[in-house]
């Protein structure tokens, strides 16, 4: 058996203090931050409602896994599909939580996907066309048992 002296118990203290979770951050997104992240994707282009829908849950349990559908309106072909669907939220650590590129090959518009939510907020999708257009959809989602949570 170990037994323990003076020098071990201080080098295990020591050790302790240098493997501290690091002090909760303060640095979440806002509405403000998300819209920058969105204009940042889609510049100057006007972004119009519609033609996109954000099928997700408005009252979700657990925000460490929350099951999000995005569906478009588009015949999918080469003159006319969705060349992106976007995700973007405005209070999880990061505003843009992802992208996805999609063809006339994709055949459907459609997305299902998993993210995770920090707390109650709105979420917003957007479609990018291949004629540069904008659409979006917005939910007001509430989470009852937040994620992204740290310390």
């Known amino acids: ?62 925000g460490n896994s929350v099951s999000v559908t995005l569906t478009a309106d588009s015949p999918m072909t080469a003159a006319d599909h969705v060349a992106k669907f976007a995700l973007f939220t405005e209070a999880n650590p990061q505003p843009h939580v992802a992208v996805f590129h999609l063809g006339p090959r994709s055949g459907r518009a459609i997305v299902t996907t998993r993210m995770r939510l920090a707390t109650s907020q709105a979420v917003t999708a957007l479609a990018v066309m291949s004629d540069g257009s904008v659409w979006s959809d917005r939910a007001d989602v509430i989470v009852t048992l937040a994620a992204c949570v740290e310390g």
């Open 1 to 62: 058996m170990l037994k323990a002296n003076r020098r071990m118990v201080l080098a295990g203290a020591a050790s302790l203090l240098l493997v501290r979770p690091a002090p909760m951050s303060s640095a979440w997104a806002t509405p403000q931050a998300m819209q920058e992240a969105i204009r940042a994707l889609v510049g100057e282009a006007p972004i119009r409602p519609g033609r996109i829908k954000l099928d997700i849950s408005p009252l979700v349990e657990n």
